[in-house]
Structures are given as C-alpha cells and as structure tokens.
C-alpha cells in the first residue's frame, strides 16, 4: 500500500511559480508510474505529467514548456515545478502512483492563479 501526501499548492499571481511535492509513504525507485493530474471545478480529471521509474517524463501539451515533473528516490518525493502559471491552471492537483496493479492518489491541493 501507497500513501501519498500533496503540499506546496496556494495563491499565485499569473506569470508566477509554484513547486508541488507528493510525498510517499514508502520508497518511490520501486514504483514505476507516477504522476500530476488536475481537476478543474465542472470539468474532469486530467493528466498533466507522468514520470517513471528510469526519469521518463510525459506532458499535457497544455503544460508542456512550462511545467516540469522530477522524482527523488531518496526523499520518496515527486515534484512538479510550475512556471509561467496561467489563471486556466486552476485546479485542484492530486498525485497519483500506480504500484503492484494498484493505483493509489493523495488528497490533492488547490492551486490557484489570479489574473
């Protein structure tokens, strides 16, 4: 079993930055997919980066140049690094790992940009 806990959400200005860390419950260099997904008020859940356990990445093509995903194995760590943030990047952010044939998500934490 996997716990994954969010942090870093908040209130940003658009042009800003924020960092999202989901931390693990156990070592992440066994789990081999994980990832960011966002889901706006009224719409579905969608993808906005993915990373496996040999570092490869995968964007939306909304984030893509803007947004990066990276993983610490030591600090059992996922980030995503957001630049340049839009007032359409609001969303609740959930973290999501997939593990043994089971997904497991955080609880999520709100982003929100101002225009």
């Known amino acids: 079993q996997v716990q994954l806990v969010e942090s870093g959400g908040g209130l940003v200005q658009a042009g800003g930055s924020l960092r999202l860390s989901c931390a693990a419950s156990r070592t992440i260099d066994s789990i081999y997919f994980m990832g960011w997904y966002r889901q706006a008020p009224g719409k579905q859940r969608e993808l906005v980066a993915t990373?496996?356990?040999?570092?490869?990445?995968n964007y939306a093509d909304s984030v893509k140049g803007r947004f990066t995903i990276s993983r610490d194995n030591a600090k059992s760590t996922v980030y995503l690094q957001m630049n340049t943030l839009k007032p359409e990047d609001t969303a609740v952010y959930y973290c999501k790992a997939v593990y043994s044939g089971y997904v497991y998500w955080g609880q999520g934490t709100q982003v929100t940009v101002s225009s």
């Open positions: 990373i496996t356990s040999g570092g490869r990445t």
